[in-house]
């Protein structure tokens, strides 16, 4: 495994940021709709998702005032559904 790979393992280590890859999994969401599926306060999860973004775990778009986040790559879900069989 490459640094890449460990930078990868390394982000995924956070339950917050495992939860919000596991939501995302599941389709497009925008930062209020995870706030209130995770009950964490915005800020937070607004911390999450950029350290996300910066390992390449997820990718954004905005519309209007709202970002919505995605999985970055089809790869990673198969990924997360290996590691939550673990």
């Known amino acids: ?12 280590s956070d339950e917050t940021r495992y939860k919000i890859l596991l939501l995302l999994d ?3 969401k925008c930062v209020c709709e995870l706030v209130k599926e995770l009950g ?12 996300m973004k910066k390992c390449g775990l997820v990718s954004s778009r905005k519309e209007g005032r709202k ?6 790559k ?8 290996v590691l939550s069989k673990l």
């Open 40 to 51: 964490k306060k915005q800020p937070l999860v607004s911390h999450h998702l950029k350290l």
């Open 67 to 72: 970002t919505y986040y995605r999985v970055a």
């Open 74 to 81: 089809p790869k990673l879900s198969k990924a997360l559904e």
């Open 1 to 12: 495994m490459g640094t890449r790979g460990i930078k990868v393992l390394k982000c995924l």
């Open 26 to 28: 599941e389709g497009e």
